[in-house]
Nanobody, 129 residues
Framework: QVQLVESGGGSVQAGGSLRLSCAAS????????MGWFRQAPGKERERVAS?????????YYDDSVKGRFTISQDNTKNTLYLQMNNLNPEDTAMYYC?????????????????????WGQGAQVTVSS
């Protein structure tokens, strides 16, 4: 059974930092696309950052987080990270970890189709001004 468990959320003041972790119980972890999404109240879920499988896998960052957030992973621990620096109130949201259902993100997988991914339960990040 696939499990993605996020941790590291919390409340910080603007300018602060947090690091989210996603512990994945999933086969072939290193061969899946992994990503972080967030959803603020009243807004749609959006992709924050993602990484393709393989050494030096293609990275994606939303424009709003470029230069502030860093996605990384430890394949020996099946864990995905999101280092978030210089946080601002607009970053307040529930953050979700996601993994492609298919190996090497093939077939019907696309980040724009949530049903093609496995999802964690989320970690709340609250940034106060």
């Amino acid at each position: 059974q696939v499990q993605l468990v996020e941790s590291g959320g919390g409340s910080v003041q603007a300018g602060g930092s947090l690091r989210l972790s996603c512990a994945a119980s999933i086969s072939a972890y290193s061969r899946r696309c992994m990503g972080w999404f967030r959803q603020a109240p009243g807004k749609e879920r959006e992709r924050v950052a993602s990484v393709a499988p393989g050494g030096g896998g293609t990275l994606y960052y939303d424009d709003s987080v470029k230069g502030r957030f860093t996605i990384s992973q430890d394949n020996t621990k099946n864990t995905l990270y999101l280092q978030m620096n210089n946080l601002n109130p607009e970053d307040t949201a529930m953050y979700y970890c996601a993994a492609s259902k298919t190996i090497y993100c093939t077939g019907t997988f696309t980040w724009s189709q949530p049903e093609s991914s496995y999802w964690g339960q989320g970690a709340q990040v609250t940034v106060s001004s």
